[in-house]
Nanobody, 115 residues
Framework: QVQLVESGGGLVQAGGSLRLSCAAS????????FTWDRQAPGKKRDLVAR???????FHVDSVKGRFTISRDDASNLVYLHMNNLKPEDTAVYYC?????????WGQGTQVTVSS
């Protein structure tokens, strides 16, 4: 089992920044990929960014140039650095870990961007 705990969400004005953190614990060996996903009210959960065990990253177009995913394997942490936030970034943000054929989700952290 893998446990994921997100933190760092909050209320911020448009143009502001936040850093989300995801602390992984449990049987975390062989986790090959972490993603950050988000779900806005009334919408489905969507991928925001992905990072592999080798450090390769992917960011969806809507956040490219503003958000950056990173990982600190020594501390079992995954980050999402978010700059120039926009009201449309308002959502619950989830950390997601993929381990072979299994995947795990955190409980989510709310990000609210006011205009």
């Amino acid at each position: 089992q893998v446990q994921l705990v997100e933190s760092g969400g909050g209320l911020v004005q448009a143009g502001g920044s936040l850093r989300l953190s995801c602390a992984a614990s449990g049987s975390i060996s062989r986790i090959n990929t972490f993603t950050w996903d988000r779900q806005a009210p009334g919408k489905k959960r969507d991928l925001v960014a992905r990072i592999t065990s080798g450090g390769s990253t992917f960011h969806v177009d809507s956040v490219k140039g503003r958000f950056t995913i990173s990982r600190d394997d020594a501390s079992n942490l995954v980050y999402l650095h978010m700059n120039n936030l926009k009201p449309e970034d308002t959502a619950v943000y989830y950390c997601h870990a993929i381990q072979g054929f299994r995947d795990y989700w955190g409980q989510g952290t709310q990000v609210t961007v006011s205009s």
